[in-house]
């Protein structure tokens, strides 16, 4: 009896290895392709059993290129369909394949990618048709390392007729000096990628607004008091600076009424460290009409007003 159980166990044992048995896959087709485009693929194999699994899975180590579709024909035929990331890396990689019965095989270096051309860049930040954007924007795009130099362009119109900013660069993130950019100001920009292949195609056109003030500490040192100075030029039209000082750190608000005291818009209003400040003030965004404004200065207990003259 109990040799009777061994023999059972042995039969047992062999047919689950007959059932899971990893297959020995000899090559693919094809065995090479190029960044941003799709193929059939093949995988070949001897002593396998591919049509016991109702399923199966293909993988490439080192990222960037993806099979769905995945079929056995029969036992020495796999078929699938395969797209090569437009930022896959480059390189020899593994195939790997895995059935439903958890059992793995591999090719090393089984699959080449090829350069190709640069994709088309994703545009990431400024999001598109964003507000309040600062007068020195970090620009970011997605990244590619089989590219070798991007070049930014940024724009006053969608056609890039104007183009204020043309720089070429490695890879993002790129930051906008100040000087560049104006306040209140609605701006275009894309991208496109170099490598060896030659030039990608432009990213799509997104666009941005600066924002109608930007706020700059002068100078680390503490002033000995509070004190809202007079705005420059003055009068003006579009633009002007206002500075202030603050000794004491506090919630700062700085307002702008009309002659006859209405509120027209706020400035500032925030948390800000004791110091010099300078804010420089558009009225693109605003259809603020010609004539007498009072901006007041708020801070802690003192409070100061000063007036300022937009021309049209």
Not at 117 to 126: S, V
Not at 128 to 142: A, F, G, V
Not at 171 to 185: A, C, K, N
Not at 290 to 310: A, D, F, H, Q, W
Request: with cysteine; aromatic share 14%.
């Amino acid at each position: 009896m109990k040799l009777k159980i061994i023999k059972y166990l042995i039969i047992i044992i062999l047919l689950s290895g007959k059932l899971f048995s990893q297959s020995q896959l000899v090559n693919c087709i094809p065995d090479t392709g190029s960044q941003s485009f799709d193929y059939p693929f093949q995988l070949n194999g001897t002593g396998t059993e591919w049509t016991i699994s109702p399923y199966f899975e293909i993988y490439f180590w080192g990222g960037g290129v993806f099979a769905d579709s995945v079929r056995a024909i029969n036992d020495t035929v796999i078929l699938a369909h395969i797209f090569i990331n437009a930022n896959a890396d480059t390189g020899y990689k593994t195939v790997i394949l895995g059935d439903a019965f958890l059992n793995y095989d591999s090719i090393p270096q089984g699959f080449r990618v090829f350069i190709w051309f640069p994709a088309k860049p994703n545009l990431l930040y400024p999001l598109n048709n964003s507000q309040n954007i600062n007068q020195n924007p970090i620009m970011i795009w997605d990244s590619n390392k089989t590219v070798d130099s991007f070049k930014l362009q940024i724009a006053i119109d969608s056609l890039f007729t104007s183009v204020v900013f043309d720089t070429t660069c490695s890879q993002p993130p790129v930051q906008i000096r100040m000087g560049i950019l104006e306040l209140g100001h609605k701006y275009y920009w894309r991208v496109r990628g170099y490598n060896i292949k030659g030039t990608g195609p432009w990213s799509e056109v997104w666009n941005f607004r600066v924002r109608t003030t930007g706020i700059y500490k002068i100078t680390q040192n503490i002033p000995d008091n509070y004190e809202l100075l007079q705005n420059y030029p003055n009068p003006f039209n579009p633009n002007t600076i206002i500075e202030y000082k603050i000794k004491e750190s506090g919630l700062v608000k700085l307002v702008l009424y009309d002659i006859l005291g209405r509120q027209v818009l706020t400035l500032i209003e925030e948390y800000q460290q004791a110091g010099h400040y300078q804010l420089r003030f558009s009225t693109n965004m605003f259809n603020l009409p010609s004539g007498v404004y009072l901006y007041n200065l708020t801070i802690n207990n003192y409070s100061e007003t000063k007036r300022m003259v937009i021309l049209r």
